[in-house]
């Protein structure tokens, strides 16, 4: 199995809150950035999305937090799909300090709206393959 992708992150003062730990919904952006580099790391833009008719969205997101972040601390956050049959796919998430210490694990489900339907695809993993220059990244 190859490693996901990942991309570092450093906390910034800003994000912590008043006991100095980062806030939790910011926990939830780092996730989104590592997602939206993923695509771009792939070769898929949101102008590409776009133009093909469809957007990405969240169904589902679930946050377990195991060890509390502070300003300053480097992470990783790491991204990987995990495909299905239907409509939707999981991405399952960590963000870790450098020591390996694990600070959250995300999983999600997602999946592709066609835009001028305003429902699911069918086959999202299949649009996936068609827009990316790179569908390794995605496990495909």
Known sequence: ?????AVPVTVRGYETDVQGH???????????HARWSLLKAAGI??????GRGVGPVALETTLRYRR???AGDEVEVTCAFAWGEG??????????????TVAAEITAVGGLMD???RRLV???REHF???AADPGLFGL
Not at 1 to 5: I, N, Q, V, Y
Not at 45 to 50: N, V
Not at 87 to 100: A, N, P, S, V, Y
């Open 22 to 32: 980062l806030n939790q919904s910011v926990y939830l952006n780092y996730a989104e």
């Open 87 to 100: 409509k939707t796919f999981r991405i399952e998430q960590t963000i870790r300090k450098t020591d390996g």
């Open 1 to 5: 199995m190859t490693e996901p992708f």
């Open 122 to 124: 069918a086959d999202p």
């Open 68 to 70: 509390e972040l502070l």
């Open 129 to 131: 393959k068609e827009l």
């Open 115 to 117: 835009l001028k339907e």
């Open 45 to 50: 833009s949101q102008s590409g999305l776009i």
